[in-house]
């Protein structure tokens, strides 16, 4: 189980939007509803994924 995780914003597609995962070496992107990230998110914003939420870090 993920306790805390960083993410940057790689691109946003209509509702969704493509993570990459920041704290770990991997390719692999994640796509999330945008209705569960912060409403501000722009590509190349920076998020923490905590306590099953996202929050914006930069």
């Known amino acids: 189980m993920i306790l805390e995780a960083y993410y940057e914003v790689v ?15 991997s390719d692999d992107l994640k796509l999330v509803a945008r209705a569960l990230l ?17 929050s914006l870090i930069q």
């Open 11 to 25: 691109s946003i597609d209509g509702d969704y939007a493509n993570l990459k995962r920041t704290d770990e070496e």
């Open 38 to 54: 912060p409403a501000e998110i722009k590509e190349g914003s920076k998020l923490k994924y905590e306590m099953m939420s996202y």
